[in-house]
């Protein structure tokens, strides 16, 4: 239980690491490009300190947008535990943002007994 426990916060953080990499390189690339057509002078510091805020700003964001979507899915009955269903953990296919469910789910394992 404890193995898969953290696989599954493994499997979260990697995937939050992912799209927080994707978006802060587009980002970064998009702030580099005007950045420079206004000041040409602009240093590398200038841009790593956005890069790392960006990268920063994105994770947490992703989580919180997670939780969010996990909260609404509970409310709204789009998830069923263990204790209503006898089975495993079943989310509905048409819940809304359900990625952002599983994800939540799979950074906070002990969410779902709650």
């Not at 510091?45 to 920063?56: A, H, N, P």
């Not at 994770?59 to 979507?69: C, G, I, K, V």
């Not at 359900?98 to 709650?114: D, F, K, Q, S, Y």
Request: proline residues 3%; hydrophobic residues 50%; glycine residues 6%.
């Amino acid at each position: 239980m404890a193995h898969s426990r953290t696989a599954s916060i493994f499997r979260g953080f990697a995937k939050v690491m992912v799209v927080a990499f994707v978006a802060n390189q587009i980002l970064t690339t998009a702030f580099t490009y005007v950045a420079q057509q206004v000041d040409t002078n602009l240093t590398h510091q200038t841009i790593m300190v956005f890069s790392c805020v960006t990268c920063g700003l994105v994770t947490m964001w992703l989580q919180a947008d997670a939780r969010r979507a996990f909260a609404f899915a509970r409310e709204k009955g789009f998830i069923k535990t263990p204790g209503d269903t006898g089975n495993a953990l079943e989310i509905a296919v048409d819940c809304p943002k359900r990625w952002l469910v599983i994800l939540h789910i799979e950074l906070n394992p002990a969410a779902v007994g709650a």
